[in-house]
């Protein structure tokens, strides 16, 4: 028996969308989104070309997440099947449940990062075979957003999917306004950006949308009705300056929701770092994000959105005893706040607030110690 005194248990953190090509250009200074991209992103993915350097990104990337009580995420790779393998590889060397994928895009960016429908679709189906439901992983099938998918490519996905009915789906939706015109101008026939993916078979069980900032009633009773979900990234929302989520509309059509850490786009691989501005995203707009509240989010409810909680989420018999031990000592001012709390859910929520990752003491993944205790 380990006992850990003055310690909070809670269950592994989950990350409902992340992309470990990006964890060097994290905090990459002064654009919105499209420019963002095409000046920071992408040119960080054409290194992957090299599958050394993305195994060993890779094997800092999962080491990140697991010093941050990270148990499980939603990874994007790159457009080159071996970066989903690298991804896969050093998850499975941790026994992580993971889900992850090669990146689809054959359009409106660098040619060196252009795939094509046919290649899209024939390297999707060889990683499926090889890594879906293989241990604990999971593999989704990765557009990266509509703009750089031509219709050939996002209906091979489509059709992909409909082969795989239990693999995930895994995109952005609706993050940025010049974005969403864009989307317009070449989508015309489609009523919006969900629309888009709808109409290609994108949106079922399974689908996990980053984002989701720039949408109506009709989208969320759309995106609720066919069982997609929605990544919530406050730190990238805002770094980008993309907007505001809004989680009472997004609850109210009853459409499952995560939190997401988005990484390079967002600014932390710290779940409690990412529940941390999500309070503030949500102040913001009016609403009081409890701090047990903002716990589901990044644990059950997390697990919820990706279909996982039948194994992970919460630490019920039967689950799979992924979970972190957090320090509330582990900073003067943390420790000095800690001490004042009169009940649980202060001193998470100010936990929450202060913490980062000198607070995970130690990160068990199906009961294994990762790090030393
Ligand atoms: N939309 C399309 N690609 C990306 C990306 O890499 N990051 C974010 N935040 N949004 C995107
Ligand atoms: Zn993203």
Redesign the pocket.
């Known amino acids: 028996i380990t006992e850990f005194p003055g310690k909070l248990i809670v269950p592994g953190f989950i990350d409902c969308?992340v992309?470990y090509p990006?964890l060097d250009i994290i905090a990459s200074y002064g654009e919105q989104?499209l420019d963002?991209?095409h000046r920071y992103?992408y040119p960080a993915?054409a290194r992957f070309s090299d599958a050394h350097y993305a195994r060993e990104v890779a094997a800092v990337f999962v080491n990140e997440l697991l010093a941050n009580g990270t148990t499980t995420a939603l990874v994007?790779g790159t457009v080159h099947p071996h970066s989903a393998d690298a991804i896969f590889e050093a998850a499975k060397a941790r026994d992580m449940r993971l889900i992850a994928g090669k990146?689809l895009m054959d359009c409106n960016c660098p040619e060196e990062l252009q795939d094509d429908a046919d290649s899209a679709y024939s390297e999707s189906k060889a990683l499926i075979e090889r890594w879906h439901g293989r241990g604990r992983l999971g593999y989704a099938i990765t557009p990266?957003?509509a703009?750089?998918s031509s219709e050939q490519q996002l209906a091979a996905a489509g059709r992909l999917a409909r082969e795989y009915p239990d693999v995930w789906i895994h995109?952005?939706l609706a993050?940025?306004r010049d974005?969403v015109e864009q989307i317009a101008r070449q989508f015309p026939s489609c009523r919006s950006y969900l629309d888009v993916y709808d109409s290609f078979a994108l949106l079922r069980e399974r689908s996990v949308f980053?984002?989701c900032l720039h949408m109506d009633d009709k989208d969320r009773a759309c995106m609720a009705s066919k069982g997609g979900a929605a990544a919530f990234?406050p730190t990238?929302n805002l770094f980008?300056g993309?907007g505001l989520f809004d989680l009472s509309a997004m609850r109210a059509a009853d459409i499952r929701c995560g939190l997401g850490t988005?990484v390079?786009?967002?600014t932390s691989l710290s779940m409690l770092r990412t529940a941390s501005e999500a309070y503030k995203v949500l102040h913001l707009q009016d609403h009081a994000l409890p701090a047990t509240r903002a716990l589901y989010l990044a644990t059950l409810g997390a697990a919820e959105a990706l279909s996982l909680d039948a194994y992970i989420g919460n630490v019920l018999p039967g689950k799979e005893a992924d979970f972190v031990v957090l320090d509330p000592a582990a900073s003067r001012l943390s420790a000095r706040r800690s001490a004042a709390a009169g009940t649980i859910e202060e001193e998470f929520f100010a936990l929450m607030t202060l913490a980062d990752d000198r607070h995970v003491a130690a990160t068990f993944v199906r009961g294994k110690s990762q790090r030393p205790v």
Do not use: I, K, Y
Request: aromatic share 10%; charged share 15%.
């Open positions: 969308h992309h990006q989104l963002w991209l992103a993915e994007f990146v990266r957003f703009l750089t995109t952005h993050e940025n974005e980053a984002h990234c990238s980008l993309s988005d390079g786009g967002g």
